[in-house]
């Protein structure tokens, strides 16, 4: 059976000593060399850094960074404004949010007008057409770009609209 002792200083070893069944044996390390400190001590440095980092990453993340987010909602609305829409189908037609909550469309496949709707929150874009039928949800990216997906019992799409006025 073998007994290891080690006398530790300040991240350094200074001696091992070995203990076997035929006796002890000790080995002798030289103190610490100038390198080892300065290695050390960049160590440390670069360990505060990657936690400021980590840090700064996280609170990123929280915060957001994005532009819109110091804006009114006033200034977010997309009431009364109309949109280019485009889709991973291959659609390609306009829609108009008006103030009334209602969406007007170009959409050849929207028969009733009279019954699709949007909402808003923030940058948050929702909107349907045939009371529900297909449902989109988007969010702003930007002032004149909405990003979002859609779904129907028809499938899930990946969507988006770029603002004409």
Known sequence: MFIFQLLKSNYAIKNIR???PFGQISLKQKK???DYKRVVSNFRHNLHMKNIIILAVISFYLVGCSPLNHLTELELSISESTWDYTDNDG??????FQSNGKVKSTNPNDITNDNDYWN???RKIDFNFN???SKYSGKMKNLNLIVGKAKSVSGKWNWEMKRIN
Do not use: P
Request: charged share 20%; glycine share 6%; aromatic share 12%.
């Open 120 to 122: 808003q929150n923030r």
């Open 131 to 133: 009371d529900g039928y």
């Open 91 to 96: 659609a390609h037609y306009q829609i108009t």
């Open 32 to 34: 610490k060399s100038k």
């Open 18 to 20: 070995l203990s076997t």
